[in-house]
Structures are given as C-alpha cells and as structure tokens.
C-alpha cells in the first residue's frame, strides 16, 4: 500500500485488459488515476471498480483516442488545471487488428490504422506529457509494447511491427530526457500471451489456445495484473535509475 502515493498517473487503454488492471492497481498503491480510453462505457467500468475497492487514491474518466493530437492537448492540459501535477504516464492504448494479417493481406489502411495508434498514440503521449511531467517536478513513462518486438510475427504484421517501434522509440525518449537533465524516465513493458480481450481474439479455439500455452516455459498464460505489477514498479520511485529499459513479462517465451 502507498507505492506510488500522491502521484498523479494517466492510464490510457484503461476501459479493459492491461489498462484497467493497471489503473486499479496503482489506484490501490495511492495514485490519482485519470483512465483514458476511446470506449466511453469500459473506462466508467474501470473508474467505478476503482471507486468500489478502493482506499488509496481516486480516479477519473477522460474519453481518449490516443491517436489523435488534439485529444492529448486536451487531457494533459486537464489534469494540470484539475490535478495540478502529471507524475506518470502509463502509455497502454493499442490494437491488434484482424487476425491472421500477414504483409501480402494486409491493407494499407489496416496497416495505417494499427500504427496511428499503436505507434502514433505513443509518440503523442510521449510529446505532450513530457513537458508536463517536467513541470511537476520530473516523473516516469511507460510505453506498453510487446514481446512481438523481438520476434517475427507472420500472422499480425503491422501489430509487430508497431511494438518493434515503440521499443525502439522508448529508448530514445529515455536517452533524450535524461541527457538534457529532464528528471524524466522512461520504459517499455513487453507482455506475452496475457488473458485480455485481445489476447483472447488471437486465440479464439481452444485446440490454439492450449497448442500456445504448450510453448510458454512457464506453463500457463499471464494475466493482465502480472503486467501491472511491472507498471506499477516502473511507475513508482523503486525504479529512479531505470530508464530506456526493456521488462519483458511472458512466461520465459523470449529466452527459448
């Protein structure tokens, strides 16, 4: 309890999966959690839970789409009006598109469309809260990417690609704020087969389902709280000299 204490942190992807888990749990270690999502109904889902078990700080809605400029703008400048201070920015909205999507199916829209998100969305987190963060006296980032950023994915091609990029991107945020002395992290958290509505789109049967448990070393699939609980580490002030680093939490997948 008190992890991240008085922090003010912004959850966007926080009406489901991996967001919502991570918004409740930084809620329960004391943050003011403002969750973002485009899906109006699961983000007051999300703020209501937290209202529900909560005894550490609050949390707000905030209707988001992350791909968007105008919609950050609008949101960073509400919570220094509102809150006063951005102390964290948990950059989790994404999608994975249709599956299967190899290169030569893929459409070109498919492909913008993944990618104004999955990568264009972080690059706009990145720019508009950075400034804020700084203003509140420094604070930490954590980009969302994904074990598909170190292996080749013939069946999500744009979705691979996209968390190849923000890995890659993360680094260079972190590299960049910490030479001009920001006081500003910033990480990217790579899930593997966690049990999320995405995740259970790409397995939709069960005969695929239990093929891919089969491959995790550790035998069975993650949970959206097991990435929260790096998000929340990386969030919170243990990780003061941590930055442009990968944490990679897949069940071992990416050590075979």
């Known amino acids: 309890m008190g992890r991240v204490a008085d922090k003010v942190v912004l959850v966007t992807g926080g009406g489901s999966g991996i967001g919502r888990a991570t918004a409740k749990l930084l809620a329960a270690e004391g943050a003011t959690v403002i969750v973002s999502d485009i899906n109006r109904a699961g983000g007051q889902e999300t703020v209501q839970q937290i209202g529900a078990i909560n005894s550490g700080g609050g949390a707000r809605f905030e209707e988001h789409d992350t791909a968007q400029e105008a919609d950050w ?7 220094l ?15 994975a598109g249709p599956y299967p999507a190899t290169f030569e199916t893929e459409t070109v829209e498919q ?4 990618l104004s998100i ?16 700084r203003q509140s006296g420094g604070g930490s980032i954590v980009n969302t990417s994904s074990l598909a950023a170190f292996l080749g994915t013939p069946d ?3 979705y691979g690609a996209s968390k190849g990029a923000v890995r890659q ?18 990480n990217s958290v790579h899930p593997g087969i966690i049990m999320t509505p995405m995740g259970q789109g790409i397995l939709p049967d069960e005969k ?21 609980y790096g998000i929340l580490y990386l969030i919170s002030d243990e990780s003061r000299f941590v ?3 990968e944490l990679v939490i897949d069940g071992g997948m990416n050590a075979i």
Do not use: H
């Open 73 to 79: 703008k609008r949101i960073i400048d509400g919570i």
């Open 81 to 95: 009006e509102r809150e006063g201070k951005l102390n964290g920015l948990a950059n989790n909205a994404g999608i």
């Open 111 to 114: 492909w913008q469309k993944i």
């Open 118 to 133: 999955n990568v264009q969305g972080v690059f706009l987190g990145c720019k508009y809260s950075v400034p804020a963060l």
């Open 156 to 158: 999500l091609s744009a």
């Open 169 to 186: 991107f993360t680094k260079t945020v972190a590299i960049d704020c910490a030479r001009k002395g920001y006081k500003v992290r910033c």
């Open 208 to 228: 695929k389902r239990e093929r891919m448990r089969r491959s995790i070393p550790i035998g069975e699939f993650g949970e959206p709280e097991d990435v929260a």
């Open 243 to 245: 930055t442009g680093t």
